[in-house]
Nanobody
């Protein structure tokens, strides 16, 4: 079992930055692909970014390319999402997820473990 705890959410103005962290426990995650997803009020959960177990492969949704960066520190068993140039449309509950394979995926159903989420609110 892998337990995931997100932190770093908050309220910022448009154009601001936040850094989300996802701390894993229970197992080392260096063989797990990790992902960030988000769910805005009244909308379905959507993929944001993913990173392979080694960290060499990264993928993100077009709407955040150039603004969000996913990274990981396997020595700390932690994954990060650096979010810059935030927009009101980025407002959502952000979830961290772990996949029991090292290969990245954009599909939520391919992830085995999920955190409780951290709220990000961006005001105009």
């Amino acid at each position: 079992q892998v337990q995931l705890v997100e932190s770093g959410g908050g309220s910022v103005q448009a154009g601001g930055s936040l850094r989300l962290s996802c701390a894993a426990s229970g197992r080392t995650i260096d063989s797990y692909a990790m992902g960030w997803f988000r769910q805005a009020l009244g909308k379905e959960r959507e993929f944001v970014a993913t990173i392979s177990g080694s960290g060499r492969i990264r993928d993100s949704v077009d709407s955040v390319k150039g603004r969000f960066t996913i990274s990981r520190d396997n020595a700390k068993n932690t994954v990060y999402l650096q979010m810059d140039s935030l927009k009101p449309g980025d407002t959502a509950l952000y979830y961290c997820a772990a996949r029991g394979r090292s290969i990245t995926s954009r599909l939520a159903e391919n992830y085995d473990y999920w955190g409780q989420g951290t709220q990000v609110t961006v005001s105009s």
